[in-house]
């Protein structure tokens, strides 16, 4: 799993735009990604997302999005995401540390 | 709130501005470099939030917050202080945080803008110079606003739209109330910090005059006829507080159009109300500095370019929060703290002299209409047309009509919520 992972993350990076390798400074956040953090954060009640599992955080996502899994208000928040938009926030919030 | 002795405060003052300045590299040379100056002003959930970014996203960045209060009271939660469910000292965050993230914290007041030099002119005299001006100053109160209303007025009727003193005297008054009073809450029309604000507020005095006061009325007076999360307050207002709350509507004579403090009355088109205690939120406008920066409109919002917020009106100054006219974004924390991110972002890439990408922005807003009862709305934004613009589909109030444990669940989210934003913003 971490393998595939890794995959992915590198796949994205490269995606991204041509100066992004050669800079040292940590890539931006992808759209979207950085508002998860006004509440995936420091409160006990809601979950933090840095260093969780790319694949947990797409899957909890498209879950969301199509209902199958109950939510009160993620299911209203994961529709507006696309499944690339959600693939690229769960790479990047693996790769954060807790 | 900030009483210590002035004399050490000018030095702190002055001393910190040396401090910050001195440390500046010069901005040209430095923007080559992907370094840069950013002052921020005001220092609340946009402000702070966006400073702190800044710094994290780019630590040679230098960043100088400017705020006038070295504590920073919420208005989050502040409608529970109200209630006497919670403690103001709850709602206080300072920001040593911030410092020690390496922000120059310079205490006081920006009272000019010189576009032309990239310089903010403070109260003390000084100035700063800016590669990149943020703008986070909030709201003000537009005391010409509503007739009979002023700062005065809000000693006898208070706003308490801005949590502090406001916030205290509001529930003192409450306090005070002979069971059986009336009070009255006059809401303002939109565009308003906190749109749901106003609704949350009736519910939960509707909450402490039911447990303390139970002979007690409440009156919405409202300057609007529909309101944010309007269907989930009404269903929790007649499960919860039958015959407690009455709501008037704009078409029904809602809108108060003068107030007299002397003898307590708020007056509609319609008729005068003769009140115990009156909670008068009065329009608003961007925090002066805005006007003064040249960077609002006639409607004294700012409109801003929905990708980096940079104001549409004056270049290399950015607009965030309550103060931004943010298309379908609502005046919130959570708004102002996403858009504070973004916007930090967005300069940090401009200075590097890289292109920022389209953002895509969330919002939730959580609502209690009693301790163990919360309701939300949410929203995702993105960037069309020159507006930040809901993503169709997405978004939305919670479920009529869901279980009891939903409404304990969302309370619960609502106080993680808090917990995260202000340790985001503070630290």
Known sequence: MRLVNSVLVVGLLLCGPAQAASRKEPLPSPPGASACSGCHGAGRSIPQLPGKIPVEIATALQDFKTGKRPATVMDRIAKGFSDDEIAAIAAWYGRQRP | ?427
């Not at chain 2, 910050?20 to 430095?30: Q, Y």
């Not at chain 2, 609340?44 to 710094?55: H, P």
Request: aromatic share 8%; glycine share 8%.
């Open chain 2, 1 to 427: 709130m900030e009483t210590d002795d002035p004399n050490r405060r000018r030095f702190l003052e002055s001393a910190l501005a040396g401090a910050a300045m001195s440390a500046f590299p010069l901005p040209a040379l430095a923007q080559a470099r992907g370094h840069g100056h950013v002052v921020v002003i005001g220092g609340g959930f946009g402000g702070a939030s966006c400073a702190r970014t800044l710094k994290r996203l780019e630590p040679r960045l230098a960043v100088t917050l400017v705020e006038s209060n070295r504590i920073f009271t919420s208005c989050p939660f502040s409608n529970a202080v109200i209630a006497g469910l919670r403690d103001i000292a709850d709602q206080h965050f300072g920001y040593r945080a911030v410092a020690k993230q390496g922000v120059a914290l310079h205490w006081g007041t920006a009272s000019a803008v010189d576009r032309q030099n990239h310089r903010v002119v403070l109260s003390d005299g000084s100035t700063l110079r800016y590669d990149r001006l943020v703008l986070a100053p909030g709201v003000d109160i537009r005391w010409d606003g509503l007739p009979g209303y002023s700062e005065e007025a809000a000693l006898r009727m208070p706003h308490a739209w801005k949590a502090g003193e406001q916030t205290l005297l509001l529930r003192r008054q409450l306090a005070a109330m002979d069971d059986g009073g009336l009070v009255a809450i006059a809401a303002p029309a939109n565009p308003y910090r906190c749109p749901p604000g106003p609704y949350e507020r009736a519910s939960l005095i509707a909450y402490y005059l039911k447990t303390h006061k139970p002979r007690s009325k409440l009156i919405v007076l409202d300057a609007k006829d529909a309101f944010s999360k309007q269907r989930l307050f009404e269903e929790a207002w007649k499960v919860l507080y039958p015959d407690l709350i009455e709501w008037v509507p704009l078409s029904q004579g809602g809108q108060v159009i003068s107030v007299d403090p002397a003898t307590m009355t708020l007056v509609t088109d319609f008729a005068s109300h003769q009140v115990a205690v009156a909670n008068v939120i009065p329009p608003q406008r961007a925090g002066a500095i805005a006007s003064l920066a040249g960077v609002a409109d006639r409607s004294g919002w700012c409109p801003i370019d929905p990708t980096t917020f940079e104001s549409t009106l004056q270049k290399d100054i950015h607009v965030i929060g309550d103060a931004a006219i943010a298309g379908a974004m609502p005046k919130s924390a959570f708004a102002a703290n996403a858009q504070a991110k973004v916007c930090a972002a967005a300069i940090v890439e401009m200075l590097a002299g890289r292109q920022p990408d389209d953002p895509r922005l969330i919002n939730t807003c959580y609502s209690l209409v009693a301790p163990d009862y919360g309701i939300s709305i949410a929203g995702v934004y993105h960037a069309a047309g020159g507006q930040l613009t809901d993503v169709t589909g997405a978004g939305g109030i919670s479920p009529l009509d869901a279980p009891r444990s939903f409404r304990e669940q969302e309370a619960r989210y609502a106080e993680g919520w808090f917990k995260t934003i202000t340790t985001e913003a503070f630290g």
